[in-house]
């Protein structure tokens, strides 16, 4: 069966030492507190990777997420990141595709079937994030624009390497806002994603892969969202700064 996962994008937030310290919380709540099958997954900025990875790796739940990989493997790329970069502080997981880096960094879906490509042939889970605007939804054309960004971003997988992906819906009005989408919403989003999969890769495979919703999450919404039959946990941006929250979200299945 399928993983749970809840994921906390720490986005651009919180100094190296206020970082340390929320990592700790969240490590010590975990570890007291979370009795269910999930895997909690911090996405740190760069810079805390390293010493965020000390204080994860004695907890079985824990992991360590980048926020964002280069697609080149190195060389003169001035500012990015690379992929053993990321392994050699200690990452097991990076977030690709959040829709603030395909908007204020243009990031395109072949350029993310690369990034995916690299990440999973060095080991590293993708969280792949994908998601409509509110003009699209508008429009009635959101699950057309979602399924579009899995085909040209992931369709070119192995069977056994799109099961190692975790997708992130995250629609873009919902981000931030304050507005989070309806169970209904979000359900019906999580369904067609998990039928678009069983198409191209039967539905066995669909089953395994974890689909988690993100947008605006926080503790009083997450246990009716994560309720869905298809919706598979969170990735939390705004809460995920809380530990107490990020711990009560991780804690409502
Ligand atoms: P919020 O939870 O702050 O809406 O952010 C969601 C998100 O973008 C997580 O990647």
Known sequence: MRKRVVAGNWKMNKTLNEG???ASEVVNMVNDELTDDVSVILCTPFVHLSQVSRIVEGSDKVFLA????SEHPSGAYTGDISVDMIKSVGATHVILGHSERREYHNETNSQLAARVDLALNNGLGPIFCCGESL???EEGNHVRFVTNQLEESLFHLSEDDITKVVIAYEPIWAIGTGVTASTEQAQEMHKAIREFLANKYGADIANEISILYGGS???SNAPELFAQADVDGGLIGGASLKSRDFVDIAKSY
């Open 135 to 137: 003009e699209i939804r």
């Open 20 to 22: 340390l310290a929320l």
């Open 217 to 219: 999450c926080k503790p």
């Open 66 to 69: 980048a926020q964002n990989v």
